[in-house]
């Protein structure tokens, strides 16, 4: 099972940014998929997440400015960032797993090896 995040960047506070995982070596369809986001020193917060059903969660912080989206036929996820704020500045990891709350709440799953998102003021 491997994971590779793209999209990530340099921003202005108020732009956007897409992140895609390719994922390989299984279905996407088969397991919730999340985004994650760690900055230096912090715990890493869950972002966003897609159901195996396409049911979301996302983290009160970006309800309303990002969107969780999954491409089976691609094998892909992809999250759609707008409106960003400098406090959304990170490290971005993609992540997969067979259980919710495992996955959110454990962080127990598979996980690629990051992108960097940084939004200037």
């Known amino acids: 099972v491997q994971l590779q995040e793209s999209g990530g960047g340099s921003v202005q506070s108020g732009g956007s940014l897409r992140l895609s995982c390719a994922a390989s070596g299984y279905s996407v369809n088969y397991y919730y998929m999340a985004w994650f986001r760690q900055v230096s020193g912090e715990e890493r917060e869950g972002v966003a997440l897609i159901a195996v059903h396409g049911a979301t969660t996302y983290a009160d912080s970006v309800k309303g400015r990002f969107t969780i989206s999954r491409d089976n036929a691609g094998n892909s996820v992809y999250l759609q960032m707008n409106s960003l704020k400098p406090e959304d500045t990170g490290i971005y990891y993609c992540?997969?797993?067979?259980?919710?709350?495992?996955?959110?709440?454990?962080?127990?799953?598979?996980w690629g090896q990051g992108t960097q998102v940084t939004v200037s003021s």
């Open positions: 992540a997969a797993g067979p259980n919710y709350l495992r996955l959110w709440n454990d962080r127990a799953g598979y």
